[in-house]
């Protein structure tokens, strides 16, 4: 079956600490998106690419970073910097034409420790 | 002014009847336009994309499309407890780059 992978599920980040959250998709899709989702809100874009080796930033991505080296994987970095981390974070993929739904993964839900 | 609104609720109607959620969006250039489904702790479902004005139907759900209005809306029939979620109403516009954006969504209970 094609779908979004992410993974952990659940995890929990020290003071100082960087985490990286994993996003895999099998659905060839061009397009691939981080958001941040606080508990009662909607769906803030953290990062986005369209093609590989190209991403830009969303609206929230101080303390953030990514890569995308492969059209299948966009990983999500949380960096020390990003003071607030608490959230759960949902990746999400388009096919090409840009205007045609995201499909979401699972999420993951980070905690600070 | 947010670029999509929706009412937060909670939107409480009975099993059986007609629940109506509405969305407005401020962008013009908006090109496309869905509407997500979220349990609690769980990721957005799409159930609807519509594209152009009028109604779409599909079982029992109807989206509809205003794009003078600025106005989107989701039409659930015969509701049922299992619908109780959280809709999301999205709007997709290309500035540059395609980008979504998201509404905070409306809290609905159907009550058994």
């Known amino acids: 079956d094609g779908g979004i992978t992410q993974s952990p599920k659940y995890l929990f980040r020290k003071e100082g600490q960087n985490v990286t959250l994993s996003c895999e998709q099998n659905l060839n899709h061009d397009a691939m998106y981080w958001y941040r989702q606080d508990p009662g809100q909607g769906l803030r874009l953290i990062y986005y690419?369209?093609?590989?080796?190209?991403?830009q930033k969303g609206d929230i991505a101080e303390g953030y970073s990514v890569s995308r080296e492969k059209k299948e994987s966009f990983p999500l970095t949380v960096t020390s910097a990003q003071k607030n981390p608490t959230a759960f974070y949902l990746c999400?993929?388009?096919?090409?034409?840009?205007?045609?739904?995201?499909?979401f993964g699972d999420g993951t839900r980070l905690s600070i420790l | 002014q947010k670029e999509v609104e929706q009412n937060s609720g909670p939107l409480s109607v009975p099993e059986g009847a007609i629940a109506s959620l509405n969305c407005t969006y401020s962008d013009r250039v908006s090109q496309s336009f869905f509407w997500y489904r979220q349990y609690s702790g769980k990721s957005p479902e799409l159930i609807m994309s519509i594209y152009s004005n009028g109604d779409k139907e599909d079982g029992r759900f109807t989206a509809q499309l205003n794009k003078a209005s600025q106005y989107v809306s989701l039409l659930i029939r015969d509701s049922q407890p299992s619908d109780s979620a959280t809709y999301l109403c999205?709007?997709?516009?290309?500035?540059?780059?395609?980008?979504?954006?998201f509404g905070a969504g409306t809290r609905l209970f159907v009550k058994a």
């Open positions: 999400a993929s388009t096919g090409q034409g840009g205007l045609k739904p995201q499909h």
């Open positions: 999205a709007v997709g516009l290309n500035t540059g780059g395609f980008k979504t954006i």
């Open positions: 690419s369209q093609i590989v080796n190209d991403f």
